[in-house]
Structure formats: structure tokens, C-alpha cells
């Protein structure tokens, strides 16, 4: 465990009272640490729409990303039961959840996961979403990944249910809104840098994310810009 | 977690659309509204030049005071959520916040007989097709089912802006009962495909998005496969495909 790593990322999943704070940035955080952090292959976050169902606002990996939307899609899967019941939900070995989970499980298992965890993202009586943690190997994750994990989501969470206090005048609600709709524009803009330059979807992802942060910018605000079409050579570094 | 609420909801729609012998639009979607959140009345705002600037539709004439004033200050809730992409939910407009944020529309909104406007982004990621408005007349919050249900309801109001203003035979392909659940629960492929066609067609994200629609429509296939084809890309569409819903 790299502590320094660990308290570097406590400090930042907490300090969403900064100007430019950015709900999908700071879920992209989660996830991206929750890999570096824990002995997880890949992450993904899903929130609670008020439309009456859950949406995918973050994931490490496009592989994490599409299994979240599975779940989602199948109405079956660890992050439903985690998110329905508040608690944690543990499959230490997918193989053998076909039962529990007939079509998750075959689909884990075939995307290259064998194990995985889901955790409540939860204030009190409130649950807004899950972290997911998917694992490559044997094994789940011991007791003591599993409660830094924890307490990553529910920094995650406070972070988030706090962040109405940066803008006054917005509610969790419609800052969630817009986060939403931002991951929106992210899934635009990967398909039409995968089409342009002929990659796939991680790999456009990638690319998108990795423009963000060496120019300094919220990957929201890349992404908008791209599918405006108000850069036309986007990204620079990034041709073929 | 199902999409059964959106389904009752759009059902909603198209069963008021019916009962005045006419076809879905954005006017059944109002009423809808008006009826579901217990409001005063309901506009809908198109944003032709990126900003809103055209007043498709309202219910009342309190609803179209409002409607209009924003437009002619350039300042309001209606400005807000485009800019925000999020909701602008002002619950009651006699809080100094109201007045801070909006210092020419929350006295001329109460003057208008507004205790509580709420505002709506008819957005899909970076498309903005304009914006859906709420008031009523005391003040009050909205209840969390209804603001999920007003989230369905913009969401529908999003789809028939876009399909009217991209050609084609839009309000018919609609297609109220089918795609409700397409819309939420498949998203990212849609998402995805619709950034692909952008350049397979070199169109705005828009028209993108109208065209992939029109043409699922006129295949009577759903859009979710659709997209899931073009993101797999066992499916391209060309420039004079799909235009008038089909090859």
C-alpha cells in the first residue's frame, strides 16, 4: 500500500470546496485510485438518478464501464444489490456465481474478472450510488483493501452531498444533473474521436483523458469543446 | 432499478397527446407537467442559437409573461441551466438569493403572480435543444417524484425539439412506448454512436442524433441495437441515408 499515495487522495476526495470543482473529475478520481490503491484490476462508480434508476457517472476502464451498464441493462449484479439493500456486497469468485447472477457473472468472467466487490456510497439513511471493484485475480480483497475502500467511497460521498456549498444556489440534485449529463458528452466525444482516428472506445477515452490533464483542463470542458467541433485538429498529439 | 417510471410517464404523454385527437409534442408534454408537479403553468423554450430565444410553446399566460420576460432581460433560470446543464430549481423566489442571482426577473416573476419557478435543460451531453420552464403561483419545492418525473418529462421534450428540427417526419417517430427505456438505461451506445455519426455524416451532434433516431425508426428496429451496431461498427450510415428515415 503506498500510504503516501493514500493520504494524498484522502486530502483531495475531500477538498471539493475548491472554484472549479467537477463531479465527474472527481469520480474519475475515485475510481482511478481505488486501482492504484487497492489490489483491484478496475473501478466504476454508478449514482442514483432521480428518473428512477442509476446511471454509470465514472469508470477506470471502458472493460469496468460496460459491465457496470450490463448491470444496469440485465437489472441484475452486485452493484444493484449494494445500491438496493446499502450495504456491501462481496463475490470473492464470479466463476461461481453463475446462480447468483447468471448473465453478470458470465459476462465478468468473460471480460477477465474473477472477482468483484461493490460498496455502498452512503451518508446516514441516504445512498447515492456504489463503488464497484473489479478483480483479475483469485481472491477477493482482504479485509483491510476492502475497508480502505470504504472509507474512500464514503469520503467520496460527504465530498459530494457537501458540494452544494460551493455554489450556493445548487442542490445536490441539479449538481448531479449536470454531472450526469456531462458524462454524456464524454461518451459523444469518444465516439467521435474513435471514428475519426479509427481506435475504440478506451482507447479514445484515454486519449481524451490524457489530453485533459497535460493541458490543464476538466475533461467536461474537453469533451464539450470536441463535439462542438471548435477544435478541429483535436487532440494535437494525438494523430495517427 | 427498472425504467418503468419513464415508461408510465412518456405513456402519460402520448395518452394526452390522443385525448385531444393530435399528435405527441411539446404541449402534451406541458400539460403533463402541469398536472403531474401540481404547478401553475409550463413553457417550452427552444435554443436555436445556443442561448434560449424562441418560445415554442406555453400554457398559460402567466406561463408566456415569464417565458418572454427572460427573453427580453437575457437573465433568468431559463439563462441559468443552459449554462449549468443542470436544473435551476428557485422554490421561492422572495429569498434574497433569488433577488442576488436575478436582480431584473425574481421582482418582475412575482409581479407576474410567480411564487416558484423551476427551470429544465432540454440537453443530450453537448447538445442543447432548449429549455423546459415551471412555475407556480406560491411558493414550494418541488417533491422528489416530481422532480424525477419533470427529469422524464424534459427528456421527452428534448427528443421532440430535436426530431422537429432536423427534418423528417420527427413527432411520428416519436415512438412513445418504445424508447423511453432505450433513452436512460442504454445511453452510453447511444451516446457513443451518436458521436461517430458526426463524422460519418459531418453533421453537428444534433442532427446526429436525429438522424440515428429517424433511421431506427424507419428500420422499426430499436435504437439501442442500432447504436449498438454502429459502435460495434457492423453499421454505417452515409450522408443520404437516414435522412428521410431510411435507405
Known amino acids: ?240 | 432499478m427498472t425504467d418503468r417510471r419513464a415508461v408510465v410517464v412518456w405513456a402519460q404523454v402520448a395518452a394526452h397527446a390522443a385525448a385531444q385527437g393530435r399528435r405527441v409534442s411539446v404541449a402534451d408534454v406541458c400539460a403533463v407537467a402541469v398536472s403531474s408537479a401540481q404547478l401553475g403553468g409550463a413553457w417550452v423554450v427552444a435554443a436555436r442559437g445556443g442561448g434560449p430565444d424562441f418560445v415554442m410553446c406555453v400554457t398559460d399566460l402567466v406561463g408566456e409573461q415569464l417565458a418572454e420576460v427572460q427573453l427580453t432581460l437575457g437573465e433568468g433560470p431559463c439563462h441559468d441551466v443552459l449554462a449549468s446543464a443542470g436544473p435551476v430549481l428557485a422554490g421561492d423566489l422572495s429569498e434574497a438569493e433569488s433577488a442576488r442571482r436575478w436582480p431584473g426577473f425574481a421582482p418582475a416573476a412575482a409581479r407576474l403572480g410567480a411564487g416558484a419557478v423551476f427551470a429544465f435543460p432540454l440537453i443530450v451531453g453537448a447538445i442543447r435543444a432548449g429549455v423546459l420552464g415551471l412555475y407556480r403561483g406560491s411558493p414550494g419545492p418541488l417533491s422528489g417524484r416530481q422532480f424525477g418525473d419533470v427529469l422524464i418529462l424534459a427528456d421527452a421534450a428534448t427528443v421532440m425539439l430535436l426530431d422537429g428540427a432536423h427534418g423528417g417526419d420527427g413527432e411520428d417517430g416519436i415512438a412513445v412506448d418504445g424508447q423511453a427505456g432505450d433513452l436512460a438505461l442504454h445511453r452510453a451506445e447511444i451516446d457513443q454512436a451518436t458521436g461517430m455519426l458526426t463524422v460519418q455524416l459531418d453533421v453537428p451532434a444534433a442532427e446526429a442524433f436525429a438522424r440515428l433516431r429517424a433511421y431506427a425508426y424507419a428500420q422499426d428496429r430499436r435504437l439501442a441495437d442500432v447504436a449498438g451496431d454502429i459502435v460495434a461498427r457492423r453499421l454505417r450510415l452515409h450522408r443520404d441515408q437516414g435522412q428521410d428515415g431510411g435507405p
Not at chain 1, 22 to 35: C, E, G
Not at chain 1, 65 to 81: A, K
Not at chain 1, 138 to 147: E, K, N, V, Y
Not at chain 1, 188 to 215: C, H, I, N, P
Open chain 1, 1 to 240: 500500500m503506498d500510504t503516501e499515495l493514500l493520504s494524498d487522495t484522502f486530502i483531495e476526495l475531500a477538498d471539493t470546496m475548491v472554484a472549479d470543482f467537477d463531479v465527474i473529475d472527481f469520480l474519475h478520481l475515485l475510481t482511478d485510485r481505488s486501482v492504484a490503491l487497492l489490489a483491484a484490476s478496475a473501478a466504476g462508480v454508478v449514482l442514483a438518478d432521480p428518473r428512477g434508476e442509476l446511471r454509470v457517472a465514472a469508470a477506470s476502464s471502458e472493460q469496468a464501464e460496460l459491465l457496470e451498464l450490463f448491470q444496469l441493462q440485465n437489472d441484475e449484479g452486485p452493484c444493484l444489490e449494494c445500491f438496493r439493500t446499502g450495504r456491501p456486497v462481496t463475490a470473492a469468485d464470479l466463476a461461481g456465481a453463475t446462480q447468483r447472477w447468471p448473465r453478470f457473472a458470465t459476462a465478468a468472467v468473460q471480460a477477465g474478472f474473477r472477482t468483484v466487490e461493490a460498496l455502498p456510497m452512503r451518508l446516514r439513511d441516504q445512498v447515492i450510488g456504489a463503488l464497484n471493484l473489479f478483480g483479475a485475480g483469485p481472491g477477493s480483497l482482504g479485509p483491510a483493501d476492502l475497508r480502505i475502500g470504504q472509507a474512500l467511497a464514503d469520503v467520496a460521498t460527504i465530498g459530494l452531498l457537501h458540494e452544494r456549498n460551493v455554489r450556493r444556489s445548487e442542490t445536490v440534485a441539479e449538481q448531479l444533473q449536470g454531472a450526469l449529463n456531462s458524462r454524456v458528452m464524454i461518451e459523444q466525444a469518444k465516439g467521435k474521436l474513435a471514428e475519426r482516428l479509427g481506435v475504440d472506445m478506451d482507447r479514445a477515452f484515454t486519449m481524451l483523458r490524457d489530453y485533459a490533464r497535460s493541458s490543464n483542463r476538466r475533461l467536461t470542458d474537453v469533451a464539450r469543446t470536441f463535439v462542438d467541433g471548435a477544435s478541429a485538429d483535436f487532440p494535437p498529439a494525438a494523430r495517427p
